[in-house]
T-cell receptor, first 117, second 110 residues
Framework: GAVVSQHPSRVICKSGTSVKIECRSLDFQATTMFWYRQFPKKSLMLMATSNEGSKATYEQGVEKDKFLINHASLTLSTLTVTSAHPEDSSFYIC?????????????FGPGTRLTVL | QQQVKQSPQSLIVQKGGISIINCAYENTAFDYFPWYQQFPGKGPALLIAIRPDVSEKKEGRFTISFNKSAKQFSLHIMDSQPGDSATYFCAGHVDYKLSFGAGTTVTVRA
């Protein structure tokens, strides 16, 4: 199956700093990657959709200046949480749509636990 | 608003029993309905999926039943095992995006 990795798996930072999370598709090219946020015991909330070489599309209510997304290649997308605050603490998960296969298959990464002190 | 409603929120089943999770949707544009399994601290993993022109799909111990006219679908886990203890999410897909249900935490007692 398609493998998606995320780095780091967990990060603790001080309030006001910026944190970058990487999402990589390891054995396939991903035309589209997605970023989700998940609170404890809650469902996944789509934050944004990123397409390689173009600007990300953000869901309503998601601050694009706070959550910077870059999709520089067909195998890498990054999410940068700028000026992080404690309320940004969450589980961030990326997924990738497999290029060339059924458009409806998304494979998820293992997630990144962000804790802002 | 949540486009996919999932129930129950949690369930407990004995080893060997059947777990049943139900989902209902409103958006008739959904063209694909996957189920994901998530363990604590991990990302969701695709379990099984169905398209709306199919009424049932079975893969091993997992079966999806789909009722297009009622806009409902369900996941049946047969012969539930302790290793099946996880949170399960149903979802609807349209325009390359997934809308997830709220999730069901399944606990299988040995």
């Amino acid at each position: 199956g398609a493998v998606v990795s995320q780095h780091p798996s967990r990060v603790i930072c001080k309030s006001g700093t910026s944190v970058k999370i990487e999402c990589r598709s390891l054995d396939f090219q991903a035309t589209t990657m997605f970023w989700y946020r998940q609170f404890p015991k809650k469902s996944l909330m789509l934050m944004a959709t990123s397409n390689e070489g173009s600007k990300a599309t953000y869901e309503q209510g998601v601050e694009k200046d706070k959550f910077l997304i870059n999709h520089a290649s067909l195998t890498l997308s990054t999410l940068t949480v700028t000026s992080a605050h404690p309320e940004d603490s969450s589980f961030y998960i990326c997924s990738a749509r497999v290029r060339g296969r059924g458009a409806d298959t998304q494979y998820f990464g293992p997630g990144t636990r962000l804790t802002v002190l | 608003q949540q486009q996919v409603k999932q129930s129950p929120q949690s369930l407990i089943v004995q080893k060997g029993g059947i777990s049943i999770i139900n989902c209902a949707y409103e958006n008739t544009a959904f063209d694909y309905f996957p189920w994901y399994q998530q363990f604590p601290g991990k990302g969701p993993a695709l379990l099984i999926a169905i398209r709306p022109d199919v009424s049932e799909k079975k893969e091993g111990r997992f079966t999806i039943s789909f009722n297009k006219s009622a806009k409902q679908f369900s996941l049946h886990i047969m012969d539930s095992q302790p290793g099946d203890s996880a949170t399960y999410f149903c979802a609807g897909h349209v325009d390359y995006k997934l809308s997830f249900g709220a999730g069901t935490t399944v606990t299988v007692r040995a």
